[in-house]
């Protein structure tokens, strides 16, 4: 859990193994009353709802390392998926000055049990402490600059082909080497006549907004929606007709309203339970669609979804059930 991972952290300041540099960076970046002993931190974190809370507390957010920054000391919430947690400890480790100490921690069952060892493959003599089911290791001194190197550039955006098709998309965001499967299916049931003003709520790399606007040829104007600036960046590239909006969807936002909506929403995160996000997504929907807007969606067939989107839309149907999905299609 990110929690846990956050809390253990900060442990070798409280134990004296570390004490608080005067300038850190910190990647993964969430607020901590820790980070008040430093006298100044840089936030990198591409997730809208820790962003939006590190800029309402004065801190300076980034979704990627400022060019030719250094610091004396890199702190790190590496994510669970194993290329980007990589990259960010070759990029944290290139971000060191001499003599810089690298802090990351993660939950034990989020990569935990390998940092020790990820620490030592770059060439560091790491130090570690275990506790709230999370690991913490640091480490300062000699490493290998070209491994660190070779593990960022291995987290970067890339070309890739996907049913015929290129793709820009990177390590980390949802489903970055696969096309979804149940995007997949959603697209066996979008009609080809919509119109007017659409959405694609959480829409990562931008698979389904290319979809629609390849066989959609009436829409006014299609709007990208996403918490992750990484995916957002690839959804960019790889739909540059969409408007992209960095926005927590599951947060209250100015969004305009739509004609149309499509999204295949996001099941689970470190916070919330399974359910959530998606009822989230679901009332989000409703608020911004016009009256007798639609909205097709697709979702894990174990989750009880049906009686949220009856009790809020005029009418809802069932179109599919198949592969552990269920497809909607919501009138307003």
Not at 78 to 94: D, F, H, S, V, W
Not at 139 to 155: I, L, P, R, V
Not at 314 to 320: F, I, P, R, T, Y
């Amino acid at each position: 859990m990110t929690d846990q991972a956050l809390k253990t952290l900060f442990l070798p300041f409280e134990t004296g193994a570390l004490t608080a540099k005067d300038r850190a960076v910190f990647f993964g970046a969430q607020d901590h009353p820790a980070l008040k002993a430093f006298q100044g931190v840089d936030a990198i974190q591409h997730w809208a709802g820790p962003a939006d809370i590190l800029k309402a507390k004065g801190y300076e957010v980034y979704t990627d390392l400022p060019a030719g920054q250094v610091y004396g000391m890199v702190l790190c919430l590496p994510p669970k998926q194993k290329e980007a947690a990589k990259g960010m400890l070759g990029r944290a480790a290139l971000a060191l000055e001499e003599d810089g100490v690298l802090v990351a921690a993660a939950a034990n069952d989020a990569g935990g049990n390998r940092l020790e060892k990820w620490f030592k493959e770059l060439g560091f003599d790491p130090h570690s402490l275990s506790k709230n089911k999370a690991r913490v290791v640091w480490a300062s001194g000699y490493f290998n600059k070209e491994k660190a190197q070779s593990w960022s550039d291995g987290a970067a955006p890339r070309n890739i082909e996907l049913d015929g098709q290129t793709w820009w998309t990177r390590p980390g965001i949802f489903g970055w080497d696969k096309i979804d499967t149940g995007s997949e299916l959603l697209t066996h049931y979008i009609p080809d006549d919509l119109k007017g003003d659409v959405a694609d709520f959480g829409c990562g790399y931008g698979y389904l907004s290319r979809f629609i606007l390849e066989i959609c040829p009436n829409i006014k104007s299609l709007t990208a929606i996403d918490a992750d600036a990484h995916a957002l960046e690839m959804c960019r590239k790889n739909v540059p007709q969409a408007k992209c909006v960095h926005i927590d969807l599951t947060s209250e936002n100015q969004l305009q309203t739509f004609d149309v909506i499509i999204m295949n929403p996001p099941f689970h995160d470190r916070k919330k339970a399974e359910s959530d996000l998606g009822l989230f997504f679901i009332e989000t929907a409703h608020a911004h669609l016009k009256p007798k807007g639609a909205l097709y969606m697709v979702a894990n067939a174990h989750l009880p979804y049906e009686k949220t989107l009856q009790g809020m839309f005029a009418s809802v149907e069932k179109l599919n059930e198949s592969k552990g999905f269920k497809t909607f299609k919501a009138m307003k």
